[in-house]
């Protein structure tokens, strides 16, 4: 591979990793630029919502005169085809990748790139898949109907159950009771080759995605649980043949209960990091006086800010454990709140980034009902820059749409409905902040 294709494919990764797609993610070995591994977040408002779907991206040596190779990881060890277009044996079928026919102008050309497949990837994740498959476009009668409706049914189930809840029980090496004694299937295991060392570049972000969409999953499951009976056969469609389908059944039920379970280590976790730090600050490790340098650099800087009013405190004196009070601003909704924020960091900062939990009950798009907060820092190792967009995504009275950054479904659906519902939502932030106060 020339000098010239290694620094495109160079390029091309840095401008993902530093945009601002909160659904596309994308990372490599050092030694190799050629292998990527890439991270989709299922769109919301279709049966791949808020889903962690990977996928093995291989540059060869004419790219980008040709296109890469590219293949579905999260495919249940070869056992599930999530899209009529993503086979169970992860071949990803796309007219610019030259596995599928396409029209005169589909094909691939060097103007294209790594984030041009991803999205056309991501295309296919549509809130009707069914019409994905050739032939079935126009598919409208009441037996198509019927069949899109139980075919979108089983990808959601599928999706909850296979990308997200068997990775995080996976990352946390958590056995729901029902599996113990069974051969645990790890299908990053399988991908990689036996004398390679696991790859696994998106463990940090999906827990912490699983955070922000706890509630989300919660609220989705409970509106269509009742419409499966449990231990129901998902049904087969025209399309699917022998190794290449989506078999099951629904058990939202246990689904609920393993989310739970996940969510719980989670916290356990979080947690597990005060005596982490403590121990690491006893130590004298470099990372201890990485963030103490870093909380009174900080300090210092809010000390002399006007725009807002922020007190600082380290809890029991550990730099892993952060308290930040934020005054709610003058004239906002806010005025006159008093609100408690707790940011822990891993020893392992900044490869595994803080979880921020508002402490002070909010009712608040981007504050789950938890505590958790949905935030973007614009630099990922400067504690700074997390202040200020945790202070950012708490104040900002007028966001741009995003739904990927939703984390409390009951105040997101006031705060974008209609201005009745906006004024509703914002007397409840109103009386939250006021709640604070007193």
């Known amino acids: 591979m020339s000098n010239q294709s290694i620094l495109r494919i160079s390029r091309e990764l840095c401008d993902i990793q530093r945009g601002s797609d909160l659904s596309l993610a994308v990372a490599c070995r050092d030694s190799d630029v050629r292998s990527v591994r890439a991270l ?22 004419e790219y980008p005169a040709k296109a890469p190779s590219v293949q579905c990881i999260t495919t249940n060890g070869g056992r599930t085809r999530f899209n009529p277009n993503i086979y169970a044996q992860g071949k990803v079928c796309l007219s610019i990748l030259g596995t599928w026919r396409g029209e005169r102008g589909e094909e691939w050309s060097s103007a294209q790139g790594l984030e041009s497949i991803l999205i056309s990837i991501q295309s296919l ?15 409208n009668s009441d037996y198509d109907k019927k069949l899109k409706a139980a075919y979108i049914a089983k990808i959601h189930h599928e999706t909850m159950r296979v990308s997200v ?8 090496k958590i056995i729901p ?16 080759s036996s004398d390679a060392d ?5 463990k940090d972000l999906c827990k912490r995605r699983f955070l922000w969409y706890y509630n989300s999953y919660v609220k989705k ?3 269509v649980k009742d419409k499966h009976k449990e231990n129901a056969k998902f049904e087969r469609m025209p399309f699917e043949g022998p190794s290449n389908e989506m078999v099951g059944m629904f058990q939202y039920e246990r689904l609920l209960n393993r989310l739970a379970a996940i969510r719980e280590a989670l916290e356990k976790e979080t947690l597990s990091w005060i005596d982490d730090g403590l121990q690491a600050s006893k130590q004298e490790l470099s990372i201890a006086n990485n963030l103490q340098r870093q909380f009174e650099q900080t300090t210092d800087h809010f000390e002399h800010a006007d725009s807002v009013q922020l007190d600082f405190e380290l809890v029991q ?4 454990v952060w308290k930040v009070v934020l005054f709610g601003p003058p004239m906002s909704n806010l005025d006159g709140g008093i609100f408690n924020i707790k940011i822990y960091l891993s020893t392992h ?19 789950s009902k938890d505590g958790v907060l949905c935030y973007s820092a614009r630099r990922s190792d400067d504690l700074r820059s997390h202040i200020e967009a945790i202070v950012e995504a708490i104040k900002d009275d007028n966001p741009t749409y995003d739904p990927r950054t939703l984390v409390n479904p009951e105040a997101s659906a006031l705060f974008w409905g209609t201005p009745e519902q906006k004024k509703l939502y914002s007397r409840q932030l109103r009386r939250s902040a006021q709640a604070s106060f007193e």
């Open 349 to 367: 900062f900044p490869d595994i980034q803080p979880r921020v939990k508002v402490e002070t009950p909010l009712f608040h798009h981007r504050i």
């Open 177 to 192: 009771p029902e599996k113990k004694g069974a051969v645990r299937y790890d299908a990053e295991e399988d991908y990689q």
């Open 125 to 139: 994740m549509s809130p009707d898949p069914y019409e994905n498959e050739p032939g079935f476009e126009e598919a």
């Open 221 to 223: 499951i409970n509106e």
């Open 165 to 172: 809840i068997e990775r995080l029980e996976d990352y946390l």
């Open 198 to 202: 696991i790859f696994e570049p998106f």
């Open 40 to 61: 989709i977040i299922g769109p919301p408002d279709t049966p791949y919502e808020f889903g962690f779907f990977e996928f093995s991206v291989k540059f060869g040596k």
């Open 317 to 320: 004196g550990n730099p892993f």
